[in-house]
């Protein structure tokens, strides 16, 4: 992979082998995430939009609610 081609590098910038690396792998992590989240079957009669619960507690409009 070049530096052209790593996800979040500036532009121009030279990188370390390391920090090389860690794109590649953060790039690789977030493939897997984004293929296993579209395996994943519609929800029913959820919620729309982003989780609720989250942040551990159920959430509404920006309100938290701790049952």
Known sequence: MTDDTLPNAAPGKLLSPAAKRALAEAAERKKKAQA??????DETNGPKGEEPTRYGDWERGGIAYDF
């Not at 296993?36 to 079957?41: C, E, G, L, N, W």
């Open 36 to 41: 296993a989240q579209s395996d994943r079957p």
